[in-house]
Nanobody, 123 residues
Framework: QVQLVESGGGLVQAGGSLRLSCTGS????????AGWFRQAPGEEREWVAR???????TYEDSVKGRFTISKDYEKNAVYLQMNDLKPGDTGVYYC?????????????????WGQGTQVTVSS
């Protein structure tokens, strides 16, 4: 069973910053690409950012230029630096290892999602 633990969320004003952290069990982030996802109230969980094993980073359009994903191999951890936060960024943020599946695209590897970390941005 995979264990994912997210932390670092909080309440900030628009324009503020937060740094989210995620640790995983085993070697999940040492051997797999990683992604951050978020779920706004009443919405489906959506992908936000990913980083491949080669360090290639990709972002959802609304966070480009504001969010930065990074990975620490030694700590088996993934981070999300979030700057210039907007009220639309509010939600619960989750991390997961990800994989690319032909004809499907990128998807989360583990069905065992962590508890997430709440990010609330006030206007």
């Amino acid at each position: 069973q995979v264990q994912l633990v997210e932390s670092g969320g909080g309440l900030v004003q628009a324009g503020g910053s937060l740094r989210l952290s995620c640790t995983g069990s085993g070697n999940i982030f040492r051997v797999n690409p990683a992604g951050w996802f978020r779920q706004a109230p009443g919405e489906e969980r959506e992908w936000v950012a990913r980083i491949t094993k080669d360090g290639i980073k990709t972002y959802e359009d609304s966070v480009k230029g504001r969010f930065t994903i990074s990975k620490d191999y030694e700590k088996n951890a993934v981070y999300l630096q979030m700057n210039d936060l907007k009220p639309g960024d509010t939600g619960v943020y989750y991390c997961n290892a990800i994989e690319y599946v032909w004809a499907v695209g990128w998807r989360a590897i583990s069905d065992d999602w962590g508890q997430g970390t709440q990010v609330t941005v006030s206007s």
